[in-house]
């Protein structure tokens, strides 16, 4: 397991609600700017893992590896389908590196794709909901707001933890959305606005949730040999970590500790050869604000209870210690399931070689992606760098 790997190629659409874009139509976008940011040929590429969490019960359209292929005039290759909830594009990344790594392929892409807006609100949450337990949550009415919602709650009881802070997160990640031409939001929101927004399930309000997003990305991997040959700015995916938990959250010993989030940083981090104090920004999955106080706790960029004090200290803001979700994050830059894990790679890709126009963090040079699938029986975790070691 000693062949590096590297990102030569990142690209994504815009997020958001596009009524006049189609499933095919996003990945394309998506596929087409990834093609060109690496400046290879498609008959280059050996293999495809797209990541899509439910397009069945968005768009009524399964098979999605071999429509990808078709659509991107890539028939023939080898083209996976990987799905593991809102982890489906950190798996897919997954997926894409260890087929370079097993020495099966030099130039695989990694994709993930959802349109999910073409359906009711009311309908999302239903296929949203089955990235949890159908029989023990769903049927009961447990929604993901209202899983996030224990979570934060007994955090709140165990911690001390407050509405404000899980606000403040909301707050920074509107703030650096602002900054993203990418983003679903623009627009910047105060304290006050969203402890006044509306209560969606309690104590969680409507600005502590991420949206209902359309979007794609993707990024091309090469083996060492292949991007020095392909790539005059390779970006290094040092490590790669995935763990998974109970799918239940009443099953799990703590409620508000996210134990996959833990295994898989402590892989990717052993793999990379670092620490947490070593990384110098996030891409967390701040489905809700309260994932983000447990997603900093879990990466150990703080102690377990101290997500809060951490973002209302400005640690995590875009000039702080450690910049969390300088995109804006799942809450502001918008949470298209299946490409959000893809997403963060193509955010960190921006950041390390210096792309990142108004949102850029000072002298990054490691960076880490932290994906996570229902409430936290998936997680996976990438460390990315400047340097191949
Ligand atoms: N953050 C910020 N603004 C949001 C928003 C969000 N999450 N969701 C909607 N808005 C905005 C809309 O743009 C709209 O603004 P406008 O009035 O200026 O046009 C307004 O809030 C109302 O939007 P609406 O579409 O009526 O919201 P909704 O009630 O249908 O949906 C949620 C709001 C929070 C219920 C929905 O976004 C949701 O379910 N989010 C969670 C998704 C989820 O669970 N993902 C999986 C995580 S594991």
């Known amino acids: 397991m000693d062949m590096n790997v590297a990102v030569i190629g ?66 023939g290759i080898p083209a996976t389908r990987v799905e593991a909830a809102c ?35 009311e309908h999302a949450t239903v296929a949203l909901a089955g990235a949890g337990d159908q ?25 001390g933890t407050t509405e404000e802070q899980m606000a403040m997160v909301a707050v920074k990640n509107h703030h650096n959305g602002s900054l993203n031409p990418n983003a679903q939001f623009k627009r910047q929101f105060k304290l006050e606005d969203v402890m006044s927004s509306a209560p969606v399930a309690d104590p969680l309000k409507l600005l502590d949730c991420s949206p209902i997003t359309d979007g794609a990305a993707a990024v091309i991997l090469a083996s060492e040999e292949k991007a020095k ?20 959250l009443h099953d799990r010993k703590s409620l508000c500790r996210v134990e996959s989030a833990v295994r898989a940083a402590n892989t990717a981090y052993k793999m990379a050869g670092v620490k ?67 997403a963060q790679a193509v955010e960190a890709t921006m950041q390390l070689r210096g792309d990142a126009g108004k949102r850029q963090v000072k002298d990054a040079q490691l960076g880490l992606t932290h994906n996570v699938g229902g409430s936290g029986a998936t997680s996976v975790v990438h460390v990315f760098s400047r340097e191949v070691k």
């Not at 769903?138 to 009881?157: Q, S």
């Not at 390779?234 to 799918?247: K, M, N």
Request: proline share 2%.
């Open 10 to 75: 990142a690209g994504m659409t815009r997020f958001g609600e596009f009524w006049n874009m189609s499933y095919r139509d996003l990945i394309t976008e998506a596929g087409v700017k990834t093609i060109k940011d690496a400046g290879i040929e498609g008959t280059e590429i050996e293999a495809l893992y797209v990541g899509s969490m439910t397009p069945g019960l968005f768009i009524e359209q399964e098979h999605i590896g071999a429509l990808v292929a078709d659509n991107s005039g890539l028939q």
């Open 87 to 121: 982890a489906s594009g950190g798996l897919a990344l997954r997926e894409a590196y260890l087929s370079i790594k097993a020495g099966v392929a030099d130039v695989v892409v990694a994709a993930g794709v959802e349109k999910m807006t073409d359906v009711s609100v």
């Open 276 to 342: 947490a104090g070593d990384i110098d920004f996030a891409e967390v999955h701040d489905c809700f604000t309260i994932a983000e106080l447990m997603a900093v706790e879990s990466l150990g960029f703080c102690k377990a209870g101290e997500g809060g004090r951490l973002t209302e200290d400005g640690e995590t803001a875009l000039e702080g210690r450690i910049p969390v979700n300088a995109s804006g994050g799942l809450k502001a830059k918008g949470h298209p399931v299946g490409a959000t894990g893809v």
């Open 229 to 248: 040959e392909m790539s005059d700015n390779p970006v290094w995916i040092r490590g790669s970590g995935q763990a998974s938990d109970t799918l239940a």
């Open 135 to 159: 029989e023990w949550e769903a049927f009961h009415g447990a929604t993901f707001p209202a899983l996030y919602a224990l979570m934060a709650r007994r955090h709140m009881i165990e911690y």
